[in-house]
């Protein structure tokens, strides 16, 4: 994955033992382009315990002193997805001094508010994050540090971890939100492709309590969510439960994207219908469908969007793919990333499988976040 003044290259690589992998990711990798001084770092839990360990190896192998990442189930590499196996996978990147900074210790509001968002005397223009799922303020810190920064604009993922949860912010760090903060001097483009499809129309709630749906359009909440599953739907619904989920849709968006929450219960008795979410009254809700063909529809409509705006082909990338995608979702290995690689061509791409995926100001799931160094 090197080439002559490419400004990012990448390395991956499976193995039991995570010097080996390590150091099959810098025979690839090399010690990155001339001047590197950020690498992204991505590993799979096998070797969450070892992070730091691995943090120090790259930094003394490649005199790279700044690093970003997390955990994940899984990783992504360029034309490769590695799941539910021992794998690590980075993307060395050079840019200008001064046009990022990386930041970690952010668990509330007022740690953000301690933060010095700026690069010189500047705002910060745009963020890539890693965030501690545990953590129940993530969804408010995202939108605050998004809007402090230029573009309003922040991309990234929660890890996934079956041991220890951690981040690497230069360091490792845990508990909350860390990452980098970019100038406008960095050139990116970012996406986000939803892993679901609407079975119905909008709905408006006329009627709830907490997480509790209790009338759609001034009828009973059950009884408009059994009419757009169909009698069909309905009948095999215990067979399908997992599949099946609830719409928000964002106010404001001119993609017509949505948030997607789990069905958490339903009362057949009171026809009531609880998701995992607080909605408000006069709200808008579609119930949605996850499955590969429209996941893999939109993805290309994703990808579609993407290229229309690129001029060439970019300089590196990062992809945040939901747990829920991947293996669990498309039939075909690498499906992922296969599909970047041959919409946008063979270039440096680095990313890991998430507990929860970041774009824009908000925290989505079932989705997957592409983001272009250009």
């Known amino acids: 994955m090197i080439s002559p003044g490419a400004p990012f290259t990448c390395g991956h690589a499976s193995s039991p033992n995570w010097r080996d992998a390590a150091a099959q990711c810098l ?3 090399g010690k990155g382009p001339s001047g ?19 943090v120090t190896y ?9 690093w970003s990442g997390t955990v994940g189930m899984g990783v992504i590499a360029t034309g490769r997805e590695y799941y539910d196996e ?27 508010e301690r933060q010095s968002l700026h690069l010189g005397e500047l705002p910060a223009n745009f963020a890539v994050v890693h965030g501690d799922p545990r953590n129940a303020q993530l969804p408010r810190l995202i939108g605050d540090l998004a809007g402090c920064l230029e573009s309003g604009f922040v991309a990234g993922g929660l890890t996934s971890s079956r041991r220890e949860v951690v981040q690497i912010a230069d360091g490792v760090a845990k508990g909350g939100l860390s990452g980098v903060l970019f100038s406008d001097d960095v050139v990116v483009s970012t996406r986000l492709t939803q892993g ?40 095999d619904l215990s067979q399908s439960v997992g599949d099946v989920f609830a719409g928000l849709p964002i106010s404001g968006s001119s993609t017509g994207d949505y948030l997607v929450r789990n069905l958490v219960g339903i009362d057949p008795v009171q026809k009531l219908v609880a998701i995992g979410d607080v909605p408000q009254a006069g709200a808008q809700i579609m119930f949605c469908r996850r499955d590969e063909p429209s996941a893999a529809q939109d993805m290309s409509r994703m990808l ?7 001029f060439g082909r970019p300089r590196g990338g990062l992809y945040y793919s939901c747990v829920g995608r991947g293996p669990n979702l498309f039939s075909e290995e690498s499906a992922e990333a296969g599909m970047i690689r041959e919409a946008l061509g063979d270039f440096p791409l680095v990313g890991f499988f998430c507990n929860g995926e970041i774009s824009h100001n908000r925290l989505y799931g079932y989705t997957g976040v592409l983001t272009l160094f250009l």
Not at 58 to 66: D, K, P, S, V
Request: charged share 20%; with cysteine.
């Open 86 to 112: 021992p794998a690590v996978a980075i993307l060395l990147c050079a840019f200008e001094d001064g046009g990022f900074r990386v930041f970690s210790d952010v668990r509330s509001p007022p740690d953000l």
């Open 196 to 235: 679901c499809s609407p079975i119905g129309p909008r709905h408006t709630i006329t009627g709830s309590q907490q997480n509790i749906l209790i009338s759609l359009d001034g009828r009973a909440a059950l009884d408009v969510f059994k009419e757009d599953l169909g009698e069909c739907g309905w009948k």
């Open 304 to 310: 579609d969007s993407i290229k229309s705006g690129l």
């Open 27 to 29: 025979q690839q990798a």
């Open 36 to 54: 590197a001084n950020l690498g992204f770092l991505y590993v799979t839990d096998n070797f969450a315990g070892e992070v730091s360990d691995m």
């Open 58 to 66: 790259f930094r003394a192998n490649t005199g790279i002193l700044h």
